[in-house]
């Protein structure tokens, strides 16, 4: 697509349950990448794929996130058993492989998460 | 690990006022050099970047950075901000491991009043 796409725009979610966010990169970027933005924090980078590999998970804040990439293209982010603290703004990323470090990022809109 | 500072977390100007948001971060060598903003409800776009060669970049809307080494600093500056300047702005480098993403700076928020 002409730029990078993420859905829902809006979740609202109660405490203790499941949430899938999904992100559609530009077409050919092989790059993808997971942030999360709370309130006064910037943002606090998650996981990167090249692909369908994510050789590092360590940015997840914990066990109850995860994500997965498939057929290089679209990508989700799973939490499960959300708690209030996962509130924040969930943004996708995505540029040509390892080009991020010198052109940057192409981002979508986010997903605002609420988690009630 | 690679770290970014922004020195301001809110700053309030009048329109027409000169603008310089500080950025610094941890360490040198080969460093390439990103400024992105997000205006209200929009995602966040490229406003510049440093790549090599001359140490003051212009990027759009007006607004310019200078590298300077030495400092470790890549400041964003706009002679004269707009009110649709109104917007959060980051700073973000190289994490320089293997994986290419960007360390972000926490955002300077920009208010410009009419």
């Known amino acids: 697509g002409a730029g990078v796409s993420q859905s829902p725009s809006n979740k609202v979610t109660e405490k203790g349950k499941d949430v899938e966010l999904r992100c559609d990169p530009i077409?050919?970027?092989?790059?993808l990448y997971w942030y999360r933005q709370s309130l006064g924090q910037g943002l606090e980078f998650l996981i990167y794929?090249?692909?369908?590999?994510?050789?590092?998970k360590s940015g997840l804040p914990s066990d109850r996130f995860s994500a997965e990439r498939t057929g290089g293209s679209v990508s989700t982010l799973t939490i499960q058993r959300t708690q209030q603290e996962d509130s924040a703004v969930y943004l996708c990323?995505?540029?040509?492989?390892?080009?991020?470090?010198?052109?940057?990022?192409?981002f979508g809109s986010g997903t605002r998460l609420t988690v009630v | 690990a690679q770290s970014v500072s922004q020195h301001n977390h809110h700053v309030i100007l009048s329109e027409a006022a000169s603008l310089e948001l500080g950025c610094n971060y941890s360490?040198?060598?080969?460093?390439?050099l990103f400024w992105y903003v997000q205006y209200p409800g929009q995602h966040l776009q490229l406003l510049l970047k440093?790549?090599?060669?001359?140490?003051l970049v212009k990027g759009i809307k007006g607004f310019e950075a200078e590298f300077i080494k030495s400092k470790f600093s890549f400041n964003l500056r706009k002679p004269s901000v707009q009110w649709s300047d109104t917007a959060e702005y980051f700073c973000?480098?190289?994490?320089?491991?293997?994986?290419?993403?960007?360390?972000f700076g926490k955002g300077t928020k920009l208010s410009v009043k009419p």
């Open positions: 990323a995505s540029s040509l492989a390892f080009a991020a470090t010198n052109y940057g990022y192409t």
């Open positions: 077409s050919g970027h092989t790059a």
């Open positions: 794929f090249q692909g369908n590999s994510a050789p590092d």
């Open positions: 360490y040198g060598g080969t460093v390439n």
């Open positions: 440093y790549f090599s060669g001359d140490p």
């Open positions: 973000a480098v190289p994490d320089g491991g293997s994986q290419g993403n960007l360390i």
